[in-house]
C-alpha cells in the first residue's frame, strides 16, 4: 500500500512518530504542504521552515526517498494528493493549535483515505502529567518536579523507508509567498540561520561540551551569542525533539554536571505552554485570567509603532526590536524587557505584542509565545505581577554593563544596525542617526501602569 507521512513542523527523520507509523503501514510518499495563510501570519517561521527543506530533501534522498511539497490549503492539498497517489492513509502529528485540524479527516476520507494523527514528540503526552486532584499544573515549579519524576518516552530511531513504485509532482522547495511576505528581510535573516536536523544535534553538542557549566550565569547576558544552546528555532520547526534533547543530555544530568538541571528546566517550559494552551486554546486571545478581561490596555497605537521599529528612545527596548527583525530571534531576558516595556510603560494590549512576535519570531511556537505574552503582562497563569515594572535602564546596566549588545544594535556604523536597515521596509525610512525622545519617562511609564492597576483592582 501507498501512504502519505505529512511532515507537519517534523522537518526531522529522528524522532518523529507519524514517519514511523508511516513506514510500517506502507511505501511512504513524505509530504510538506506550503501554506500561504502561514507566510502571512508567520513570515519570518515560514523563511526559518523554507530553509530547512532543502536538508530535509536530502536526507530523505539518501534513503533513496523524495521529499514532495506541494503549496495550497491543507485539506485541499492532502485530498488532491491522496486521489493522485491512491494512498491508502495519511499519517502527520496533531496539529498545534489544535484547532488547525479541523476539516482534516473529512477532507483526507472523501479521497478514499484514512487520517492518523500521532502524537508530538514532546517530553510528556499531554495531559498525562497532572495534580493529585486530576488537573492541569498552573505553576511551573511543582509541574517540573513532577516531569522529573517521570519516564520520559525515548526517541524512536530513524525508520526504514519504503518508496512507491511512482511519484506525484512536486512544488519545489521554495515558498514564494513567504520571499514575498519577508520583502527585504530574506537575505539579511538568512544569514542568521543554521538549518537542518544535523546542523540541531551539533548546536546541542557545542552547548554541552562547552557552554552548559556557565549557562546559569550567563543565559542573561544579550552579548554573549553563545550563553545559550540556541535551538529554540530548531525545536520549533521540529528539527530536533525535546525527548531527544531529553535523552541526549542525560549523561550529564546523571553526572551532576553544572547547569544542566536550570537547562532541562528551560526546556521543560516549553512542555507547560503547550499543556496550558491545550486546556485553554483560546490563550492567545483571552486573559487565563478573567478578572483581565476589563484592564484598559490600548489596542494598536502610534506607540506601539514606534515599539515595533524600534524607534522607542529606550535603548534596552530599540535595540531587541531590531535583533528581533533582523535575525527572527530575540533574546530571552530582553524579551522580558520588551514586553514589559509594551505592556507596562506604554499600557499597550499583550496582544498587540503577541502579534508582532508571531510574524517575526523563527522560533514562533503558538503555546509559547501566548504564555510568555501573558506572563510578562500579569494576566496569564504563574504569571509575573503587574506590579512587577522591568526598568529597562536599570537591566541594560545589570546585563549589558558594557553596551556590547547595545552598540551592537543602534550605532549607526555596527553591523547590527546597518542590517536592520538593510532588513526592513523602504517605508519605514529608518535614519540610523536619528535618536527618538520617549513618549513618556520611565519613572511616569511606571507610576502610570501601578495607578492603573490599583484602579482596576479597586
Not at 499544573?137 to 511512482?166: C, E, G, H, M, N
Not at 478581561?293 to 515595533?308: M, T, V
Not at 503558538?366 to 501573558?374: F, L
Not at 519605514?428 to 535618536?435: A, G, P, R, V
Request: one cysteine or more.
Amino acid at each position: 500500500m501507498t501512504v502519505i507521512c505529512w511532515f507537519r513542523r517534523v522537518l526531522r527523520l529522528d524522532d518523529h512518530p507519524a514517519l514511523v507509523a508511516a513506514a510500517k503501514d506502507g511505501d511512504v510518499i513524505p509530504l510538506v504542504i506550503l501554506d500561504p495563510a502561514e507566510a502571512r501570519d508567520h513570515p519570518a517561521s515560514a523563511q526559518r521552515q523554507a530553509m530547512s527543506l532543502p536538508r530535509l530533501e536530502a536526507s530523505l534522498r539518501q534513503r533513496h526517498s523524495r521529499l514532495i511539497v506541494r503549496r495550497g490549503d491543507p485539506a485541499q492539498v492532502l485530498e488532491q494528493i491522496a486521489r493522485e497517489t491512491g494512498a491508502s492513509a495519511v499519517h502527520t502529528t496533531v496539529g498545534f493549535p489544535f484547532a488547525s485540524d479541523h476539516g482534516l479527516q473529512a477532507a483526507v476520507e472523501r479521497s478514499g483515505a484514512s487520517l492518523h494523527l500521532h502524537e508530538l514528540a514532546d517530553l510528556v503526552p499531554r495531559a498525562s502529567v497532572l495534580t493529585k486532584t486530576g488537573g492541569v499544573y498552573k505553576v511551573f515549579t511543582p509541574f517540573w518536579k513532577a516531569v522529573r519524576q517521570t519516564d520520559i518516552a525515548p526517541p524512536l530511531p530513524t525508520p526504514t523507508i519504503s518508496s512507491p513504485d511512482s511519484w506525484p509532482d512536486s512544488d519545489g522547495t521554495d515558498w514564494p509567498e513567504a520571499r514575498a511576505a519577508m520583502d527585504r528581510g530574506w537575505d539579511v535573516m538568512a544569514d542568521h540561520i543554521r538549518p537542518g536536523e544535523d546542523e540541531a544535534m551539533t548546536r546541542l553538542d557545542e552547548f554541552l561540551d562547552g557552554t552548559l557549566p556557565d549557562y546559569k550565569e550567563h543565559r542573561d547576558q544579550p552579548w554573549r551569542p553563545r550563553a545559550t544552546s540556541n535551538l529554540s528555532d530548531a525545536l520549533a520547526v521540529g528539527e530536533i525533539s525535546a525527548r531527544r534533547i531529553w535523552r541526549h543530555c542525560q549523561p550529564a544530568f546523571q553526572d551532576g554536571q553544572k547547569g544542566i538541571d536550570h537547562f532541562l528546566s528551560e526546556l521543560c517550559w516549553r512542555d507547560f505552554a503547550r499543556e496550558l494552551f491545550h486546556e485553554a486554546p483560546d490563550m492567545a486571545s483571552t486573559p487565563w485570567r478573567p478578572e483581565w478581561q476589563d484592564f484598559p490596555w490600548k489596542r494598536d497605537n502610534n506607540d506601539a509603532q514606534d515599539w515595533r521599529r524600534g524607534h522607542t528612545g529606550v535603548q534596552m527596548v530599540d535595540a531587541g526590536m531590531r535583533e528581533l527583525y533582523v535575525t527572527g530571534q530575540m533574546h530571552n531576558r530582553v524579551r522580558m524587557i520588551t514586553g514589559s516595556y509594551l505592556t507596562k510603560h506604554l499600557l499597550t494590549d499583550w496582544r498587540v505584542g503577541l502579534d508582532w512576535f508571531a510574524r517575526c519570531l523563527i522560533d514562533w511556537d503558538a503555546a509559547s509565545n501566548a504564555m510568555n505574552w501573558q506572563w510578562v503582562a500579569g494576566c496569564g497563569p504563574d504569571a509575573s505581577p503587574f506590579f512587577r515594572v522591568f526598568n529597562p535602564e536599570t537591566q541594560g546596566d545589570k546585563f549589558d554593563g558594557k553596551a556590547r549588545y547595545r552598540d551592537h544594535w543602534l550605532h549607526p556604523n555596527a553591523e547590527g544596525a546597518k542590517q536592520f536597515a538593510a532588513a526592513t521596509p523602504r517605508s519605514w525610512q529608518i535614519d540610523l542617526t536619528h535618536k527618538p525622545t520617549p513618549a513618556i519617562s520611565l519613572a511616569e511609564g511606571r507610576a502610570r501602569a501601578l495607578d492603573a492597576y490599583e484602579t482596576v483592582k479597586s
